[in-house]
């Protein structure tokens, strides 16, 4: 069985702050391809941050552009996300997905999320 856990969101962070968030697998994992940040405010759609594959090839969602910084150790099946200069539109529930290869195969996990708040 495969898990996804973000952590270091919670609590309150100031505009132009930075924050540093962090996914981490751990199961039968054989092999982890794609790794992405989404996230959502409620009532709206879900929304790419930032993705990585296994040989540190990056994209990003062009609100986050610049400010953002998307980086994994394969061996510690690990991803981050450094936030700089935060924004009060920055503030949703971050969660990561990755697409995990165990012995049944291919698919893609989710984590639970994490809140990021931005916030005077």
């Known amino acids: 069985q495969v898990q996804l856990v973000e952590s270091g969101g919670g609590g309150l962070v100031q505009p132009g702050g930075s924050l540093r968030l962090s996914c981490v697998a751990s199961?039968?994992?054989?092999?982890?391809?794609?790794m992405r940040w989404y996230r959502q405010v409620v009532g709206r759609e879900r929304e790419l941050v930032a993705e990585?594959?296994?040989?540190?090839?990056?994209n990003y969602g062009d609100s986050v552009k610049g400010r953002f910084a998307v980086s994994r150790d394969n061996a510690k099946n690990t991803m981050w996300l450094q936030m700089s200069d935060l924004r009060p539109e920055d503030t949703a529930v971050y969660s990561c997905?990755?697409?995990?290869?165990?012995?049944?195969?291919?698919?893609?996990?989710w984590g639970q999320g994490t809140q990021v708040t931005v916030f005077k």
């Open positions: 199961g039968s994992i054989v092999d982890i391809h794609t």
């Open positions: 990585i594959d296994k040989f540190n090839k990056v």
């Open positions: 997905d990755a697409a995990i290869l165990t012995s049944d195969g291919l698919r893609t996990y």
